[in-house]
């Protein structure tokens, strides 16, 4: 993947130009306005669309078009049905190699497969388990530093905590210790700063550019990482149960192990998928408690009456607080934070009775899918009750996709939702968040779903 935006523009128009006269129905003409739309408001743009065309649409953005499939047929065909039909190393998750490197989220095909296959033994139950301790004692120290009465930056809090977890859990670090732990903390917030600024200013190159500052952190970054690397590889700790650890010992059904690169890129990719995903969704949680009192209630008569005040266990996160997973599962299918699935066509193929040519931009969307009303009625209203056990069961294949699907399903599915349910259940056993008189939040896209502008919330006494 070339970092050079002029030759990527060109290698777009050429792709486009080749597949003329395939591409499904929408605007064909250059628009800053829908451009603009796309990046800052897009849901509006594209349930009518959808309305208009039905589940495959194309729309041109700067200087090409790009495909978006929606609805539960469109989810399924992308994510499980036919993946072989697409590469993500070639979509804008290309954006991310400058920082990640060929993580997970970068790479396709055997490759892809390889390295999910060595690392899956690092996310089973066990070892989220084991990392479950860090996230309850960081949880505790940044809970009992809320003073009710107070106004606190909900966003900026949970992302403070998530990245405190993400430095114990993934790299092994103490994030108080001066030196590898804050300063990885500090660097990887500043070069995910990068992703979060108007694409345009993405493509400046010169001195104190957003892309010097991007390549300045990433620099840091490799430092620490390697040194972590190569400490583990000489000491190694049987007793340490960070991912870094795991995957520097973890080996393939062939004796294959990672290389100091690959580890780096790996557990970068997790810092960045785990992290930001996280802060999303426990802030849009805490968001919507703050407008449903009454499902508060529910949630703390269900922890009273499951954990009688004691820090919950992961067993108990899972299997016994139902009503706390129907919680967390309309959440994400509001606010799902990785909202757009990217992709870029490797072959020619048809769906909903259009050709999508080879090379085209194709783009799932699960935070459009999931509010169109035959698939969820009322989709904006919050109600948790859509997901009891029957009701999930029932809905149709692909009509809920918060975490992708098929083979590239999130790899950190079940360590991410430990830490929301983890550290939701944890702050509602002794506080809450209030919404602000006259405030309102707004939705910002990149790098992930979030708040713009963050969300200050009171803390208040628990009900």
């Not at 072959?347 to 090379?359: K, L, N, Q």
């Amino acid at each position: 993947m070339s970092a050079n935006p002029v030759r990527r523009v060109v290698e777009d128009v050429a792709s486009e130009w080749r597949g003329r006269g395939k591409f499904p129905p929408g605007p064909k003409d250059f628009s800053f306005v829908r451009t603009h739309q796309i990046a800052h408001d897009p849901l509006p743009l594209l349930l009518g669309a959808y309305e208009e065309h039905g589940p495959i649409f194309s729309m041109r953005l700067l200087h090409t078009r790009v495909i978006f499939m929606l609805g539960p047929e469109a989810n399924q065909f992308v994510t499980v049905g036919h993946p072989e039909n697409f590469h993500w190393r070639e979509s804008s998750f290309g954006d991310l190699i400058p920082l990640l490197g060929d993580g997970l989220l970068t790479v396709d095909d055997d490759y892809h497969d390889r390295a999910r296959a060595i690392m899956m033994p690092a996310f089973h139950r066990e070892q989220v388990t084991a990392s479950t301790a860090a996230m309850a004692a960081e949880s505790e120290q940044a809970i009992s530093a809320l003073v009710p009465g107070e106004v606190v930056d909900v966003y900026d809090w949970m992302r403070n905590l998530a990245m405190r977890i993400a430095m114990r859990a993934l790299l092994g670090l103490d994030p108080d210790v001066a030196g590898k732990g804050a300063a990885a903390a500090d660097h990887f917030e500043r070069a995910l700063g990068y992703y979060g600024i108007d694409y345009g200013l993405r493509l400046l190159r010169g001195p104190g550019s957003p892309w010097r500052k991007l390549v300045a952190s990433r620099r840091v970054l490799d430092e620490i990482v390697f040194g972590e690397v190569a400490r583990s590889r000489a000491n190694p700790d049987p007793s340490r149960h960070d991912i870094l650890s795991l995957l520097v010992g973890v080996r393939g059904e062939g004796g294959e192990s990672f290389t100091d690169r690959e580890i780096r890129d790996q557990v970068m990719t997790l810092m960045f998928a785990g992290h930001d995903t996280s802060t999303s969704t426990l802030t849009f949680m805490l968001h919507e408690l703050a407008r449903h009192p009454e499902v508060v209630n529910r949630l703390c008569v269900e922890q009273d009456r499951v954990l009688a005040g004691a820090t919950p266990t992961i067993d108990q996160l899972e299997r016994e607080m139902p009503y706390l997973d129907m919680v967390l599962d309309e959440v994400l299918r509001l606010y799902p934070p990785a909202w757009i699935g990217p992709r870029r066509a490797v072959r020619e193929f048809e769906f909903g009775g259009y050709t999508v040519p080879r090379d085209a931009y194709v783009n799932y969307c699960s935070w459009a899918s999931h509010r169109i009303p035959e698939v969820f009625p009322n989709p904006e209203a919050f109600i948790p009750e859509r997901f009891t056990r029957e009701r999930k069961a029932a809905l149709r294949r692909g009509a809920y996709v918060p975490f992708g699907g098929g083979q590239r399903i999130c790899i950190g599915k079940r360590f991410g939702q430990t830490e929301v349910k983890l550290v939701a259940t944890m702050l509602l056993q002794r506080l809450r968040f209030d919404a602000l008189p006259g405030r309102t939040m707004t939705v910002r896209q990149m790098p992930t779903l979030s708040p713009k502008g963050g969300l200050p919330m009171r803390v208040g006494p628990r009900a």
